[in-house]
């Protein structure tokens, strides 16, 4: 591998794990977890391979979001702690080589938060335009509300001033009116205040509602205008900070958020259809809507990336497929209402989607870290938890981390938790971090090793990926090359095993390739053909060795 320098760009190689403080580990016995546990809970983290924690919002918010509703960007939740005790967790984590991130939720506010108390005092009011405002419902740009079936529509009535305000998630969360240049000054205050406490980016929500049409002279070009900008500042203010952008769009319009050939936009997105696609490839046992996704993906600028998830902290969105392909999802995965959310997606986790079948499991965890890109975990993915559908809404998978067999799994001492802990099969007496730690056949020691052996192969988050073709429908097969490394991964979506058929041209003769599980030898003829042996929802990750390579495998 020849050294190449490829400039601070960590998120690129980062292995990136998403949880919510409350649900993590409470150490002082109130119900609900806080920085203090999480801190006590960094070497687990550092332990399984993490570079990159994602914290979901820690502001003190209105409590009918989840947190997503902030009231204080300056503060945070004090069942969480202090500032104080956040700076300490954010200190320890970097000593053990562990960047934070925090979810930037600057499209809406709360209707506490004191600009919207002040905005909706008085038309006159110096605050009123932090918002968007109508004296009619308008007609001529309807637009659906995030949340189909909880709310009907964008547009609330504000009795005092008899004027509508604008919301395009829920009727408390105000839409921001980002068109406006002093919003913009106080989103760039609060940016640069939690960089200072030593965070390193943000994960920005809900990137392309960030700018609504019916914000007072918003164009469709302005929301690129102001990422930039937000992207130079963070520059300015931290070089190697990032912004992991939340962009469910096609692809064309994606590439737009990464700033196209400048880069200089997002720093990396969600791979949105590629997740779609895998789920769907999943349900048919069949490889080829991935392949097909992945096909799709347009070359990113150096210092761009993909982000690839399993599971994220909301609903599992299928909104990008087809009517008929949403119904085979919900028909292998979702068949009851109750798994289902606004009509696009499943409010579970992939294990019980999967019946705990650990060859599938494993299969498509390990796809995960294979996939090119940066792999980001959801807690207690690494254990296999399942959901809670007695929760509302997406709060069915934010239950309590699960560390022990005891009945709260370890999470606190209070007889009355944040949120209902996981029952049944997937509960913690049968799932718990503390069972799987010492078992070198767990799904934790698993995941904790494709987190290694991701981080010893840069051709995945750097090389350029070609999908190989080969007769088994059912099998992904990835050619990943950067510099002079070179790898192939196999991943089986079917039960049946089979000889995996592949060509590799251009590879010097008498190269091998070795398994980086097994360390398993396969010879590959001078025609660059070779066999694979792949079992049923099988994975292999193989290295191309040339002769002669000192390349530690």
């Known amino acids: ?41 960094i ?37 969480l702690g202090t500032l104080g005790d956040f700076v300490e967790m954010v200190r320890v984590a970097r000593d053990r080589g562990i ?25 006159d009011s110096p605050l009123r335009d932090f918002y968007i405002w109508r004296k009619e419902v308008p007609q001529e740009n309807p637009q659906d509300n995030a949340f189909p079936g909880a709310e009907d529509g964008v547009w609330n009535l504000d009795e005092k001033t008899g004027e509508y305000y ?61 990422l930039r900008a937000l992207r130079s500042f963070l520059g300015r203010r931290r070089g190697d900070a990032m ?27 969600f791979d949105f259809i590629g997740m779609q696609a ?44 087809s009517p008929e392909e949403r119904q085979e999802v919900f028909d292998a995965f979702g068949p009851e209402e109750r798994m289902q959310a606004y009509g696009r997606g499943l409010r579970r986790r992939l294990p019980p989607m999967l ?32 959901e809670n559908l007695n929760a509302k809404e997406r709060l069915a998978v934010r239950t309590p981390m699960q560390w022990t067999a005891a009945p709260d799994g370890g999470f606190s001492t209070a007889d009355t938790l944040v949120a209902d802990v996981v029952e049944g099969d997937f509960g913690p007496e049968k799932v718990n971090v503390e069972e799987q730690r010492n078992d070198p056949g767990s799904l934790l020691t698993f995941v904790t090793r494709l987190a290694q052996r991701y981080r010893e192969c840069p051709e995945l988050a750097w090389g350029d990926v070609v999908v190989l073709d080969q007769p088994n429908s059912a099998v992904l097969a990835l050619l990943c090359r950067w510099d002079d490394e070179a790898m192939v991964t196999l991943h089986n979506f079917a039960d049946e095993p089979g000889d995996i058929e592949l060509q590799l041209d251009g590879v010097p003769q008498d190269s091998r390739l070795i398994d980086l599980f097994e360390n398993e030898p396969l010879d590959i003829g001078e025609d660059g053909r070779t066999t694979v042996p792949l079992e049923g929802f099988g994975h292999r990750w193989l290295r191309i060795v040339e002769p002669g390579s000192r390349r530690l495998l």
């Open 1 to 41: 591998m020849k050294i190449t320098d490829t400039g601070d760009v960590w998120w690129k190689t980062a292995v990136v794990y998403c949880l919510d403080v409350k649900t993590f580990l409470d150490w002082n016995g109130d119900g609900c977890g806080d920085f203090v546990g999480l801190g006590q809970r």
């Open 43 to 79: 070497d687990y983290l550092a332990s399984l391979g993490v570079t990159c924690l994602w914290l979901m919002p820690v502001h003190p918010a209105g409590g009918i979001d989840d947190g997503y509703d902030v009231k204080d960007y300056y503060a945070v939740d004090e069942r």
């Open 99 to 123: 960047r934070v991130i925090l979810d930037l939720v600057v499209q809406h506010t709360s209707d506490e938060h004191p600009w919207f108390v002040q905005a909706r005092e008085s038309v």
């Open 166 to 226: 604008r919301h395009q998630f829920y009727g408390h969360e105000p839409d921001l009116n980002l068109s406006n240049p002093q919003v913009r000054d106080e989103i760039a205050k609060l940016a640069g205040f939690w960089l200072e406490l030593g965070i390193s980016g943000f994960r920005v929500d809900a990137v392309p509602f960030l700018l609504s049409g019916d914000a007072p002279g918003a164009s469709a070009s302005e929301i690129h205008g102001y």
């Open 243 to 269: 912004l992991l952008g939340e962009v469910n769009l096609p692809r064309d319009e994606q590439l737009e958020y990464f700033g196209a050939d400048e880069a200089d936009e997002l720093t990396m997105q």
């Open 278 to 321: 895998m789920y769907l490839s999943l349900a048919r046992r069949d490889a080829g809507p991935l392949r097909t996704a992945l096909e799709g993906r347009p070359p990113l600028p150096p210092d761009s990336q993909w982000a690839n998830f399993v599971r994220n902290h909301d609903e599992l969105t299928l909104d990008k497929l």
């Open 355 to 386: 019946d705990g079948d650990q060859r599938r499991l494993r299969m498509v965890y390990s796809l995960l870290f294979a996939l090119p890109g940066t792999p980001v975990l959801f807690y207690g993915e690494e254990i296999g938890m399942g």
